[in-house]
């Protein structure tokens, strides 16, 4: 995860022999009126529209050029603001198998999974609370079957494709079993622990990317030799405000604050930790 997304325009040419003032009887012809003194409607070129208005040509110094760039940010979905308050991208749906381990809480799992649906993704989610999901399974889509909800161990072959990514979030408790779903080409796979289990080692290890919010000072700890977690990161881990996620990989560490949109919150209430 990183810091950091004109149509031709078609004029009537000239004609050889053609003088000056023939472009005041090109459009003429374009408007179908005919040309002067024949009486006879001329029919536009296939292919070239109306003749646009002609303007003096813009120029800008080169000292001002920076002025007309545009920023563009990374390709994904907004997760929240970093530290500085850009907003934190989160490309999920790729070409290459991606595995997220996310150790927090049900309310940031449930915002990821609604912010991906609205990327255009669709999104399994593979639970043992069933109840929890419903009412956000429902909402999302806008009536559209976007989120659908399995049991666990239950969860189909997704098909999916670049025109139609999948996002599976598991949400499975503490050990989740080895999912009959797996990570593949467009098909990403989040898996949720709500603390440090005894197969998080080994889901942390194969991990692309690593979410961690709140955890008890010993799990710190643990987090921190697993992900090479520099002392001052991991000892903060203990002290995040509900929110507030630590996302890493192997080269990148960033913490970021989710913040529900006012439908996100209306759906789920305010961020928290604790579910």
Same mark, same amino acid.
């Given at each position: 995860m990183s810091h950091s997304a004109s149509s031709p325009s078609f004029g009537t040419p000239a004609r050889s022999g053609d003088s000056a003032g023939s472009?005041?009887?090109? *459009?003429?012809?374009? *408007?179908?009126?005919?040309? $002067?003194?024949?009486?006879?409607?001329t029919k536009p070129r296939f292919g070239f529209g109306? %003749?646009?208005?002609? /303007?003096? *040509?813009? !120029?800008?110094?080169l000292d001002q050029l920076e002025a007309l760039a545009l920023p563009v940010g990374d390709d994904g979905m907004v997760i929240g603001v970093d530290a500085e308050s850009w907003p934190a991208v989160l490309g999920i749906n790729r070409p290459v198998p991606y595995d997220i381990t996310l150790i927090g809480g049900l309310w940031t799992a449930q915002v990821l999974a609604l912010r991906a649906?609205?990327?255009? !993704? /669709?999104?399994?989610?593979?639970? =043992? $609370?069933?109840?929890?999901?419903?009412? &956000?399974?429902?909402?999302?889509?806008? =009536?559209?079957?976007?989120?659908?909800?399995?049991?666990?161990? *239950?969860?189909?072959?997704? =098909?999916? #494709?670049?025109g139609s990514p999948v996002v599976v979030v598991r949400d499975c408790g503490m050990r989740p079993? /080895?999912?009959? %779903? %797996? #990570? !593949?080409?467009?098909?990403?796979?989040?898996?949720?622990?709500p603390y440090l289990s005894p197969v998080a080692p080994r889901l942390l290890e194969k991990s692309s990317l690593v979410g961690v919010q709140r955890v008890s000072p010993?799990?710190?700890?643990?987090?921190?030799?697993?992900?090479?977690?520099? /002392?001052?990161?991991?000892?903060? &881990?203990?002290? &995040?405000a509900d929110g507030v996620t630590l996302w890493c990989t192997p080269s990148d560490r960033q913490f970021v604050m989710t913040q529900g949109t006012d439908a996100e919150t209306g759906l789920l209430g305010g961020a928290r930790r604790m579910d």
């Open positions: 472009g005041r009887s090109g *459009r003429s012809a374009s *408007r179908g009126t005919g040309s $002067r003194g024949t009486g006879r409607a109306l %003749v646009g208005p002609r /303007r003096d *040509r813009h !120029a800008v110094p649906a609205a990327t255009g !993704a /669709r999104v399994a989610v593979e639970t =043992g $609370r069933a109840q929890a999901w419903t009412a &956000l399974a429902q909402a999302a889509g806008g =009536g559209q079957p976007c989120i659908s909800l399995h049991d666990v161990g *239950r969860v189909p072959p997704q =098909g999916a #494709s670049a079993p /080895r999912g009959r %779903v %797996v #990570s !593949a080409p467009w098909q990403s796979v989040v898996t949720l622990l010993d799990e710190a700890a643990q987090i921190g030799r697993i992900m090479s977690l520099p /002392r001052h990161e991991y000892e903060a &881990l203990s002290t &995040l």
